[in-house]
Structures are given as structure tokens and as C-alpha cells.
């Protein structure tokens, strides 16, 4: 025998049984940006939304031609294994703080005001082995107090 509450109960059943699916699969979608992934960046007290460059081609293009990033915005360069880390700055439009992280994510060097080049670009080479390099624009590293040995979670 059918009741009224039943049928209420169905009634609920059926919708949620499309849109809880749905809502699960949206909230577990990653965030993507110019170049893929987004990853939130965390340190002590504030997080940047990082672009990953996780591979050799996403990490030779880096923040080439664009005009600038976001406040709260960060590139974040995945290596397979630590070593330590070469980069340049060609065709890149603004300057940049640059955060050397180790496997275990701690900051292992920092460089900051990085200047763009045009022609010739010298080598920014880190002092110790990382196996990321997180760039931000320049003025982040002091406006936030970032010291060399401090964690970072991702």
C-alpha cells in the first residue's frame, strides 16, 4: 500500500540522486589556469593560488609574454628530483621574487626583484638543491616576511 509519505520520500530520493552526484564531482574538479593545475601554496599565515609548470615543456614556457600576475597568484615549478635549479627570465614582462622549496618543503633560497630580459639573460641559479621554485610577483618576499628555512605546505 502506497502512503503519501512514500511518495514523498521518492519524490526527495529522485532529484538528490542526480544533483548530490553532481555536486560531489564539481567540488572535486581542480582548479585549472593558464597552464593547468592550480594549487593552493601555504605558508605560515597565507595561502597564493600556484599555476603548476609540471612538466619540461609548461616549465620552459613559465610566465613568458604575460603582463603580470594577480595578487595572490604564484607559478609553482615541479621537479622530479632535487637538484639545484637554474632559471632565466627571458621574455618575461614584469619582475618576480623567486622561492627555492626543497623536497620537504622548506625554503632553501630566495632571490628577489628578479629584473625581465629581453636579449641577454643571466642565469638565477639557487645556492642549495630544491625541488620546487615558486614565483610571485616582486615585493611579495618582504611584504610577507618569507625567510629562507620556513615550511610551505601544498
Known amino acids: 500500500m502506497r502512503t503519501r509519505e512514500n511518495t514523498n ?3 526527495f530520493f529522485k532529484p538528490a540522486a542526480i544533483f548530490i552526484p553532481i555536486a560531489i564531482f564539481l567540488i572535486a574538479i581542480p582548479a585549472f589556469g593558464e597552464t593547468g593545475l592550480l594549487r593552493k601554496v601555504c605558508f605560515t599565515n597565507f595561502c597564493v593560488d600556484a599555476e603548476v609548470a609540471d612538466s619540461p615543456d609548461k616549465r620552459a614556457k613559465g ?7 594577480g595578487e595572490g597568484n604564484a607559478m609553482l615549478f615541479v621537479f622530479e628530483e632535487e637538484q639545484r635549479l637554474k632559471f632565466w627570465m627571458k621574455n618575461v614582462e614584469f619582475p618576480l621574487d623567486m622561492i627555492w622549496i626543497s623536497e620537504d618543503k622548506r625554503i632553501t633560497d ?3 626583484n628578479v629584473p625581465p630580459c629581453r636579449d641577454y639573460c643571466e642565469s638565477i641559479v639557487s645556492e642549495v638543491k630544491a625541488s620546487y621554485v615558486l614565483e610571485v610577483n616582486a615585493g611579495f618576499v618582504s611584504r610577507n616576511g618569507i625567510k629562507i628555512g620556513e615550511s610551505v605546505s601544498f
Open 9 to 11: 520520500i521518492k519524490l
Open 110 to 112: 630566495i632571490k628577489t
Open 63 to 69: 610566465l613568458m609574454f604575460r603582463k603580470g600576475l
